[in-house]
């Protein structure tokens, strides 16, 4: 099965940075788009940040300047930079892949269990 594994949330004070890691299994990691998402309590799911596997970017509007993503194919792992974090950031931010499981031929999304992000001071 494909594994989306998210590390690195906690709380952190305003204008402070944090580091979030997605480790993933199960997928063609290298051919994947690989994506962070975050909901904030009674908000929809927003897009954060997308990274192809040719590793073009995009941002929301929201974290453009202040966040980067990236990837690292030789770990299989895509991380989310974050930096001059600010209480809106608040939420429980998903790693999110769209591509390939081994063995099974077709695209699908699949999504991380989500790990907390508090900005407060």
């Known amino acids: 099965q494909v594994q989306l594994m998210e590390s690195g949330g906690g709380l952190v004070q305003p204008g402070g940075s944090l580091r979030l890691s997605c480790a993933a299994s199960g997928i063609i990691f290298s051919a994947a788009t690989m994506g962070w998402y975050r909901q904030a309590p009674g908000k929809e799911r927003e897009l954060v940040a997308t990274?192809?596997?040719?590793?073009?970017?995009d941002y929301a509007d929201s974290v453009k300047g202040r966040f980067i993503i990236s990837r690292d194919n030789a770990e299989n792992t895509v991380y989310l930079q974050m930096n001059s974090l600010k209480p809106e950031d608040t939420a429980v931010y998903y790693c999110n892949a769209n591509g390939r499981r081994r063995n099974y031929r077709g695209n699908r999304n699949y999504w991380g269990q989500g790990t907390q992000v508090t900005v407060s001071s």
């Open positions: 990274i192809t596997s040719g590793s073009s970017t």
